[in-house]
């Protein structure tokens, strides 16, 4: 039996009707729907090494360890999500600032100059406050108010 309104098929996915699972052949071989046989409409090749280098840190930060990010894939991963990739989209939620990378030359913006580590710099392109403390420069103070969460013009990442 088909699945729901024809959902098998309109996916291209075997369905009941022609084995299942087994369709697939080797299950130890990619197939249909299986990672690394293709991407989602509109991701990119960077999307996954953003999600690595910003998950990455999400899960070392909290528990004090120190993981390393490549400046090189770290511009990469910041390129890709500067000026407006969704959801973060940070040249509108950050305008007002330039950002300049101190281990590195990654460049982004326009405005105050607030300067870091390109990682510190990738995590709040990213909407993650927890490198704040790492960025300095004229705007640094702007930026850390702008988004500590505090008053009515907080920006929320």
């Keep these: 039996m088909p699945g729901p309104l024809g959902l098998d098929r309109g996916l291209g996915l075997p369905g009941h009707r022609d084995g299942g699972l087994a369709a697939f052949g080797d299950p130890h071989q990619p197939g249909p729907g299986v990672a690394g046989s293709g991407k989602a409409p509109g991701v990119s090749y960077l999307e996954p090494l953003v999600d690595v280098l910003v998950h990455g840190q999400d899960i070392a930060i909290p528990l004090g360890r120190t993981r390393p990010v490549p400046a090189v894939a770290a511009m990469a991963a910041a390129d890709r999500v500067w000026p407006d990739l969704f959801p973060w989209r940070p040249a509108r939620k950050l305008g007002g600032f330039r950002f300049a990378a101190t281990d590195c030359s990654w460049p982004a913006g326009d405005g105050q100059l607030v300067e870091g580590p390109i990682a510190a710099i990738l995590l709040l392109l990213t909407a993650r406050n ?26 929320q990442l």
């Design 130 to 155: 927890v490198a704040r403390s790492q960025l300095s420069g004229p705007g640094a103070g702007t930026l850390r108010d702008r988004t500590s969460g505090a008053g009515a013009g907080a920006v």
